[in-house]
């Protein structure tokens, strides 16, 4: 017996080639947004481990650094009146059965240890230790005269030009030939009353003996940051010391090597364990009036240094200054 049997048609074939593609599309939806989740479940959790891997790592390599500090304490020191660089290097050497810190196959770290006490504190440095610091002092080498046009110096490292401070003078040039400083501009910022007579502030052009300290006027800057705008302020970090070239008068500012210099020899952490900020009051002898005093008296002056940072308070009233070089 033959049996025939109906060949499907060719619309009933793709009708079911149709079907079978949007069941896979719409798998394909339904799956995708899971696949995509478990990818960046993973990642995070990878993220997660590498973090957490990393943080025990640095907090292993500063507790070995406190580890091998703590041993400089007087307590424990065998030479408790000094420390060697020796006994303030740290490394992350280690017994090779104990911890290889430099396994590039598994977790590597490295610590540096600085002494930020032995650094310039700049929360509290003076003019003079500003100057210093940024190599930018000298010294008259002969007697210098309220009219010279120009102004010998010996043993210094000044800018080509800028603005100098001498004994109270805050003097302009515009050059360093010879040993000379030129192209003056003398006595600037010196204010008078109606009777010609000088106010506080800088000095008018004036007179200097031989060996009379010159200063780079930038060296106020530090200082000046701190208390010519309204309360104390003091360097929170390295970046805050941009803000110094609004109080230095020179176009260029603190200039990129003055910032390096205060990068690596100073430094805005190095009060943490200090005595108190203001210290040995004082009392005042003689009355102030506002931008007309310019020297004030006390009972005592032993405890006063130039270059230092006084407040003065009456009440709730109080004003800071720098006593002048």
Known sequence: MNIKRDRPSQETSGLALVTVILVLAALLVMVTPFLLTSRNADRASAQLFDRVQAGTALDSARNHARAVLETTHSLH????????????????????????????????????????AGRIDLNSAGVYAMANLL?????????????????????GTLPDQGFVWSRGELIGYTGIEDGNLTGLIRGLGAQFD????????PRPSSSHGIGAAVIDQRAFGVVGWRIFDGPFRTFDSYE????VDEIVLSTEGIGADGFLRMRELGTCYGAGRDGS???R???LVSGVQGGVTGT????????????????IREGELKEYASIAP
Do not use: C, H, K
């Open 281 to 283: 009051p004082q009392r």
């Open 296 to 311: 004030i008296r006390v009972d005592s002056a032993r405890y006063f240094n130039v270059g230092s940072t006084i407040e």
């Open 135 to 155: 190599q930018s002092t000298a010294r008259f080498s002969e007697v210098i005269q309220g009219d010279m046009e120009e102004l010998p110096i010996s043993g």
């Open 77 to 116: 020191d065998n030479t408790p009146w000094f420390d060697s660089e020796e006994e303030l290097r740290v490394t992350n050497q280690f017994s090779a059965d104990f911890l290889n810190a430099t396994d590039d196959r598994g977790v590597m770290w490295d610590l540096t240890v600085e002494d930020l």
């Open 240 to 243: 805050q010391l941009r803000e």
């Open 194 to 201: 109606e009777d010609g007579n000088s106010l506080a502030g």
């Open 277 to 279: 900020r203001w210290q």
